[in-house]
């Protein structure tokens, strides 16, 4: 089956990738920077504003989708330092509702542009 790409215009892709693919149902989202859409630099502030930015990137691609973070199954956060873990879970915590997606988080050397945080998921459209 070939990839069938979901479109989002608010998002800046800094990348040759597709913000999104459905695959039979499973949907693909690529990881999200927390790119302000309105410069396309890495938004000012904290790892909460900067996990804030990552999630509203990413619930517009799922909006894209004709999805809802209740779709989301399986988050992959990648941290340039686990020291803000603490604080990447208090916002994280309010994007969902119990019972929450699966999740792995995970330390990196780096991210593109400086970002502290990327947020990739993965939903099922019923």
């Known amino acids: 089956m070939a990839r069938k790409a979901i479109i989002s ?12 693919i459905d695959s039979k149902g499973l949907i693909f ?3 999200q920077t927390p ?28 909006e894209a989708a004709g999805l809802t ?3 989301v199954q399986k988050v992959n956060v990648f941290l ?16 969902f509702t119990d019972p929450y997606p699966a999740r792995s988080t995970i330390g990196v050397a780096s991210l593109p542009l400086g970002a502290k ?5 993965i939903a099922r459209k019923d």
């Open 35 to 62: 790119l302000d859409t309105n410069t396309g630099k890495i938004v000012d502030g904290d790892i909460k504003a900067q996990t804030k930015q990552c999630f509203l990137n990413l619930f517009n691609v799922l």
């Open 9 to 20: 215009t608010k998002i800046v892709s800094v990348g040759p990738y597709s913000q999104g």
């Open 117 to 121: 945080i990327e947020i990739e998921m």
């Open 80 to 95: 340039t330092d686990m020291n803000d873990f603490s604080a990447m879970n208090e916002v994280y915590k309010e994007q």
């Open 69 to 71: 973070s209740n779709d």
């Open 29 to 31: 989202l690529s990881g």
